[in-house]
């Protein structure tokens, strides 16, 4: 099982911040690693994969990086439709694990 | 357009069984891999089960193996998950979630999930 620790749990920002999400795993994930968005009563949507590869329709704010066990999600200007709780998943091996989550919510 | 529509979730009692439905719209089944993934509600995500292309093989997290079996039907473009021996730990809104292309564990769509409630 590869283990996902996200940090922080909960992160305090202002519009038009930049804000970064870690996610650090147990063993190395050859760059498998999916960033997803969810808000309230709604299911999550896809934000990145392949660690830095944006899927279709996401804001180019968005961006993803990393390699080996540590990677990062990265908001480059946080908007008002950004407040939501964001995972980080490996899908490189059964099970598919995620990270706790992060909660981003308005300072 | 794709998406996916869950149902069959609901009250049951501990010892119990349900069975949960997922159709899929706008896409071929047997050209994807199929998931579910759990929520309790306020927590985290938990993968829970993959069938993957074909139904050449069927995936279980330890925490439901050998009571809960997923399936899929193609010709109704639908997926399964048979849920027996329920614990009350098992209470949570299940999603049901696409694999991108030819991934097995990488969501690109979901449904809007359907809650089950275990309890007595």
């Known amino acids: 099982v590869i283990w996902m620790t996200q940090s922080p749990s909960l992160l305090s920002a202002s519009t038009g911040e930049r804000v970064t999400i870690s996610c650090r795993m147990s063993q190395d994930s050859r760059g498998y690693v999916a960033w997803y968005q969810q808000k309230p009563g709604k299911a999550p949507d896809l934000l990145i994969y392949?660690?830095?590869t944006l899927q279709n329709g996401v804001p180019s704010r968005f961006s993803g990086s990393g390699s080996g066990t540590d990677f990062s999600l990265i908001i480059s200007s946080l908007q008002s439709e950004d407040f939501a709780t964001y995972y980080c998943q490996q899908y490189y091996i059964f099970p598919g694990t995620f990270g706790q989550g992060t909660k981003v919510q308005i300072k | 357009e794709v998406f996916l529509l869950e149902s069959g979730g609901g009250l049951v009692q501990p010892g119990g069984s349900l069975r949960l439905s997922c159709e899929g719209f706008g896409f071929t089944f047997n050209n994807n891999a199929m998931s579910w993934v759990r929520q309790v509600p306020g927590k985290g995500l938990e993968w829970v089960s993959t069938i993957t292309i074909d139904g050449g093989r069927k995936e279980y997290a330890d925490s439901v193996k050998g009571r809960f079996t997923i399936s899929g039907d193609n010709s109704k473009n639908t997926l399964y998950l048979q849920m027996n021996s329920l614990y009350v730990e098992d209470t949570a809104i299940y999603y049901c979630?696409?694999?991108?292309?030819?991934?097995?564990?990488?969501?690109?769509?979901w449904g809007p999930g359907t809650l089950v409630t275990v309890s007595s």
């Open positions: 392949g660690a830095s």
């Open positions: 979630a696409r694999g991108l292309d030819g991934y097995n564990l990488l969501f690109d769509y």
